[in-house]
C-alpha cells in the first residue's frame, strides 16, 4: 500500500504563492513518477505538473513559468511551488505516484485525499 498525504493548501490572494507538499509512505515500493493533478467545480481534473524519478518534469501550459514541481527521492514527496496564483488556479489539488512494489513489481498507482487551493481577492 502507499499512502499519499498532501499538505499547504490554503487561500490566498491573486499574485500570492503557496508550496504543497506531498509525502509517500507504505511498505515497501519504488515510485517511479509523482505529480499534481486539480479539479474545479464543474471541470474535468487536469494534469497540473508531474515530475519523475529522474527529474524530468511536464507542465500544464496555463501553469509553465509560475509552477516549480520538484522530489525529494529519499523521503519520497514532492512538491509543487505555485507563485503568481491567479483566480483561475482554484481548484482541489490531488497528489499522484505511480510506482511498482520493490518485491513483486506489482504496479502501483495512488492518490492523495486533496487540498483545496483557493485564490481569491
Known amino acids: 500500500q502507499v499512502q499519499l498525504v498532501e499538505s499547504g493548501g490554503g487561500l490566498v490572494q491573486p499574485g500570492g504563492s503557496l508550496r504543497l507538499s506531498c509525502a509517500a509512505s507504505?511498505?515497501?515500493?519504488?515510485?517511479?513518477?509523482m505529480g499534481w493533478y486539480r479539479q474545479a467545480p464543474g471541470k474535468q481534473r487536469e494534469l497540473v505538473a508531474r515530475?519523475?524519478?529522474?527529474?524530468?518534469?511536464n507542465y500544464a501550459d496555463s501553469v509553465k513559468g509560475r509552477f516549480t514541481i520538484s522530489r525529494d527521492n529519499a523521503q519520497n514527496t514532492v512538491y509543487l511551488q505555485m507563485n503568481s496564483l491567479k483566480p483561475e488556479d482554484t481548484a482541489v489539488y490531488y497528489c499522484?505516484?505511480?510506482?511498482?512494489?520493490?518485491?513483486?513489481?506489482?504496479?502501483?498507482?495512488?492518490w492523495g485525499q486533496g487540498t483545496q487551493v483557493t485564490v481569491s481577492s
Open positions: 499522484n505516484a505511480d510506482g511498482r512494489t520493490l518485491a513483486t513489481m506489482i504496479p502501483v498507482r495512488a
Open positions: 507504505g511498505s515497501t515500493f519504488s515510485i517511479n513518477a
Open positions: 515530475i519523475t524519478s529522474g527529474g524530468s518534469t
